[in-house]
């Protein structure tokens, strides 16, 4: 048991040395590493589904007014 805990303390003390020494290196590379990135440039994306919701709605709008059509037609050729 008291050999477990040694080696269980031993670790830890491992784990911080090499968290001390590491942590500041990793640090730096991961800031450098995401400052030269540049961002994604999406309006040729977001302008084509924009485009693409504009035609589907006005081919929607033009369904449902012909199906409109058709039930007033009906309506009023049974009504005569």
């Excluded at 090499?18 to 400052?35: D, E, F």
């Excluded at 007014?65 to 005569?80: E, G, P, Q, T």
Aim: charged fraction near 10%; glycine fraction near 8%; proline fraction near 1%.
């Amino acid at each position: 048991m008291e050999q477990q805990k040694q080696a269980l303390q031993t670790q830890a003390s491992h784990f911080k040395n090499n968290a001390r020494r590491y942590g500041l290196g990793v640090a730096v590379a991961g800031t450098v590493g995401a400052s030269n990135a540049a961002p994604i440039d999406t309006t040729a994306v977001v302008g084509t589904i924009t485009d693409g919701v504009t035609t589907v709605s006005a081919i929607g709008l033009a369904v449902l007014s012909l199906v409109v059509v058709i039930k007033v037609f009906k309506w009023a050729r049974s009504a005569m």
